[in-house]
C-alpha cells in the first residue's frame, strides 16, 4: 500500500473512531489530504479538523483515545491551544485542531474534504471556509524554511533558557 493510501485509510479510520466515540460533527481534511489529493506523496502527511458539539472540545484535546484506537500513538504534543502535532507508531505524521461549530464560522483556512460527518448532522458546510486563507503564491522554499528556522530558533532560546 503506497503512502497515499496509508494517509487516506487512516482517516476514513479516525473518521469511523469518531463516530463511536461521540460528540464529534465533522473530519475535514485539508492540503493534500482534503481536495488536494493530487499532490500526495511520500512525504505528504495527514492535516485535518475535527468539528464538535459543544462541551466536547476539551475531551477531545485532551484525551488521545479517539486517534489510538484508530492506530497507537508514539508521540504526541500540544502545540496550540486548539491542536496537536502526532506522530503514529507506524511512521504517519499528522497535526489537527479540534473547533466547535461557532468557533470555525470565523476562522480563516484552505478549503477542504468532508472525509467523515455524522448520519445526523445538519449544521453548516465546513469544506469551503467563509473565509479563506490567503495563498502563498511563491512555490519556493522560502516559507517553509523560514518557517523551520524561526521554529528551530524559538525552541533552541527555551531550551536554553530551561523551560519551554
Given at each position: 500500500m503506497s503512502k497515499a493510501e496509508k494517509l487516506l485509510k487512516r482517516l476514513d479510520e479516525i473518521g469511523e473512531v469518531l463516530e463511536r466515540k461521540g460528540g464529534a460533527e465533522v473530519l475535514l481534511g485539508l492540503g493534500s489530504v482534503g481536495i488536494e489529493t493530487d499532490r500526495l506523496d511520500e512525504y505528504s502527511d495527514l492535516d485535518f479538523f475535527v468539528i464538535v458539539k459543544p462541551g466536547y472540545k476539551e475531551r477531545y484535546i485532551q484525551q488521545l483515545d479517539w486517534l489510538e484506537e484508530a492506530h497507537p500513538l508514539a508521540y504526541s504534543f500540544q502545540n496550540c491551544d486548539v491542536g496537536c502535532k502526532i506522530l503514529f507508531e507506524d511512521g504517519?505524521?499528522?497535526?489537527?485542531?479540534?473547533?466547535?461549530?461557532?468557533?470555525?464560522?470565523?476562522?480563516?483556512?484552505?478549503?477542504?474534504?468532508?472525509?467523515?460527518?455524522?448520519?445526523?448532522?445538519?449544521?453548516?458546510?465546513?469544506?469551503?471556509?467563509?473565509?479563506?486563507?490567503?495563498?502563498?503564491?511563491?512555490?519556493?522554499?522560502?516559507?517553509?524554511?523560514?518557517?523551520?528556522?524561526?521554529?528551530?530558533?524559538?525552541?533552541?532560546?527555551?531550551?536554553?533558557?530551561?523551560?519551554?
Open positions: 504517519i505524521y499528522g497535526e489537527y485542531a479540534i473547533f466547535e461549530e461557532r468557533e470555525l464560522e470565523s476562522c480563516m483556512y484552505s478549503e477542504g474534504r468532508v472525509v467523515w460527518m455524522h448520519p445526523l448532522y445538519t449544521g453548516v458546510d465546513f469544506a469551503k471556509p467563509a473565509q479563506p486563507a490567503p495563498s502563498l503564491k511563491d512555490s519556493s522554499l522560502e516559507h517553509p524554511l523560514n518557517e523551520a528556522l524561526t521554529n528551530l530558533y524559538v525552541g533552541l532560546g527555551r531550551y536554553a533558557r530551561g523551560r519551554s
